[in-house]
Nanobody
Framework: EVQLQASGGGLVRSGGSRRLSCAAS????????IGWFRQAPGKDREGVSC????????YYSSFVRGRFTISRDNEKNIVSLRMNNLKPEDTAVYYC?????????????????????WGQGTQVTVSS
């Protein structure tokens, strides 16, 4: 069974940093791209970042580019999201998800419909 476990969320001050982790099991981890999404109360779930199966290609939404870094350790089956210079508007539940191909589509990676499995999410709260 495919399982994704997001962790690492918590309370952080504006301007601070936080690292999220997504532990995966139940599939050949290196063969699939992994995305991070987030959802704030009253808002749609939006794409944050995506990393290809090999880790060679990464994509970021404009609202996090330059502040967030996605990476993966295929030996440990973990994808990480390092978040720097956090802002209150980054407050959301963050989810990791597996895309059922090895690559992130440059145009389609932010689409939720491209991902077949989702973790439970982890809450990130950024205080002013």
């Amino acid at each position: 069974e495919v399982q994704l476990q997001a962790s690492g969320g918590g309370l952080v001050r504006s301007g601070g940093s936080r690292r999220l982790s997504c532990a995966a099991s139940g599939f050949t981890f290196a063969g699939f791209a992994i995305g991070w999404f987030r959802q704030a109360p009253g808002k749609d779930r939006e794409g944050v970042s995506c990393i290809s199966g090999t880790g060679h290609s990464t994509y970021y939404s404009s609202f996090v580019r330059g502040r967030f870094t996605i990476s993966r350790d295929n030996e440990k089956n973990i994808v990480s999201l390092r978040m720097n210079n956090l802002k209150p508007e980054d407050t959301a539940v963050y989810y990791c998800a597996v895309r059922l191909v090895a690559d992130c589509s440059p145009t389609e990676w932010p689409q939720r419909t491209q991902y077949g499995y989702w973790g439970q999410g982890t809450q990130v709260t950024v205080s002013s």
